[in-house]
């Protein structure tokens, strides 16, 4: 009996050793649980989700677009009203004008004057080449006071030399320009029957070099252009943009 006591008891004690070493063998396997995100409302069976709200400046808001490209939208637009600003005011002129005469001088300046145009003004002696017109000296005082008799009759202006290798030449003008020389002779060979004959020379003369410096319009400079030839003022001028 002692013998069977004895193992009942050593079973006993194996069979619990065997079920704690089971025990500690088993593995627990955990399963994933859904949640909804925490900035999400949770809703029921009976609720309907909530539109979300966008601003009108959020829904009309264009695209953002790469800088290079909008820098150079920005450059062809500002050329483009560059461009239709010039087509619109026209180009401006600052007109840069010589003249020998004193009286031509004068007569300018009053315009500009008239106009309110400002100006800057100088002067500068050069040698520049003058076409004098005049009929060749007759053989004797007397007759050269007839022929400039025929020319006051034409309304042509004239003077006789006094002195010098020219004595009793008939002078009709001194002419800055070629073609201006040339057509004042063939008029007055036109109106009476005497040759006329244009020297070349150079002389020294002052030049008034007059700048105006307010911008004017084309249509100004055509004005001041056609007012100086009603005037015949004998210049020279240069339509100079400004």
């Not at 500690?24 to 909804?36: C, D, G, L």
């Not at 244009?198 to 007059?210: D, G, K, L, P, S």
């Amino acid at each position: 009996m002692k013998w069977i006591f004895i193992l009942f008891v050593l079973g006993n004690v194996g069979f619990f050793t065997w079920h704690q070493l089971e025990k500690a063998n088993v593995v627990t396997v955990s399963k994933n649980v859904y949640a909804p995100p925490v900035s999400q409302k949770i809703l029921t069976l009976e609720e309907t989700p909530e539109e979300e709200f966008v601003t009108d400046s959020e829904a009309t808001a264009p695209p953002v677009k790469d800088d290079l490209e909008t820098q150079l939208e920005a450059i062809i637009e500002s050329a483009t009203v560059n461009q239709n600003y010039a087509e619109d005011t026209g180009v401006l002129y600052c007109p840069f004008i010589e003249m020998e005469k004193t009286q031509d001088r004068a007569q300018l300046l009053s315009k500009m004057q008239e106009s309110g145009w400002r100006h800057r003004e100088e002067t500068e002696t050069r040698n520049v080449i003058k076409y004098w017109l005049y009929i060749a000296a007759p053989s004797s005082r007397a007759q050269a006071s007839v022929i400039m008799g025929d020319l006051k009759q034409k309304n042509i202006d004239s003077f006789r030399i006094t002195r010098g290798e020219m004595k009793n030449r008939i002078s009709l003008g001194l002419y800055s320009a070629q073609k201006t020389a040339s057509e004042e002779e063939a008029r007055i060979e036109s109106l009476v029957d005497y040759p006329v004959e244009i020297f070349e020379h150079t002389r020294a003369v002052n030049i008034f070099e007059i700048q105006i410096v307010d911008k004017i319009t084309s249509e100004e400079l055509d004005d001041l252009v056609n007012w100086m030839e009603i005037s015949k003022i004998m210049i020279n001028l240069e339509k100079k943009p400004c």
